[in-house]
């Protein structure tokens, strides 16, 4: 028996819709898997209240409810066991816009920024829009999980101030790093006195039962007052499209730094991402609960036909609903142009710094996702 109560299986057509992701491939047979943003509709407590403000029909400036603060503290100690002020908190529109913001302020031309490579494009370009330094350190492949290589961390040469900027989950290959990994990374930061800036828009979307995130912040004092942490509702709840993020930095001095960067350019959230974060995070859960069950159920499928495609090494993500492929042995120039021409819409990973991988995306109904895997497969097959 089916006891599901939301429909993951029917999205709407977002054909014509404005969508970035349907945009790209509109008038060809192309299915898009690609940008990080899922098909589904956004939870029933959302969408009520996306049809209020429409009927209230007032799109004048907003500011945060008081209780969407204080949904964010509560939900904060009940899944990640971290106790946060309202004061630390930041709103932004973006989370890109956020990490530009981190590299303003706290970088000079004598300091660097740290990432782990492959990974989500604006890590690799948030320095470099300011020309500030930026030191790529690849990800470790061990028992087909991608971890964080002390052994290159203890070899770099760093200084104090220097920032290290986690994507946790990380995004493409979709690791959560557990708390012996963060223990360890905090011990280096701390050793080294470098600043930490923690990417967790993905951290509400984990798709094994047993993991839980762990915001570095909340593990370690010595951390938390070096720490940005990012966080947003806009994943998990399929949001995006409204802007609201926030910062959360205890350190008052390294919070007014950092709204010192945002000084005069970067905008407050509009009132319907307020509203609509509020709302998801009041009434969205059983729905995010759902929706992990059917991202899990959709990432095993994927995982089960594509390690059996020729050419193709898949690696299962713990959290996002990003699948990453390596594609380096198949016999094909640009295995992304390959399988564009075969119709299936993948993300290039030269985009993240990984050329001959790909990555795709889960968030989509099983019917598409099965079609996809299937045009796929023949794709291989012919090679
Ligand atoms: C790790 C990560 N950070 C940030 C973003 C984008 O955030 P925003 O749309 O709020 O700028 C994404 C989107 O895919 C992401 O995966």
Redesign the pocket.
Known sequence: MNDSKFDFDSPPNRVGKSSLKWGKYEGSDVIPLW??DMDFKSPPSVLEQAMDSSEHGNFGYGRPPAQLIDRILERSEKLYNWRIDPSWIVWLP????A?NVTCRSLLDQSSQAIIQTPI?P?FLSASKNFDLPLTKIPLLLKNNRFTIDFQALENLSTKPGDLFML?HPH?PVGTLFNESELRDLIEWLVQRELYLCS?E??CDLILEKELRHLPPASLDERISGKSITLM?P??TFNI?GF?C?FAIISEPALRARFKKAMRGIVPDPPAMGFLLADAAYDGGEPWRLELIDYLIANRDLAMSRLSKMFGLVPYSPEATYLLWIDARSLPVQNPHLYFEENGVGLSDGKEFDAPGFLRLNLGCSRKLLVEALDRMQVACDKL
């Open positions: 940008v990080a973006g989370m890109v816009c990490l989500y604006p994507c995004n990417d828009i993905h947003a806009s994943k995006a802007g993020s």
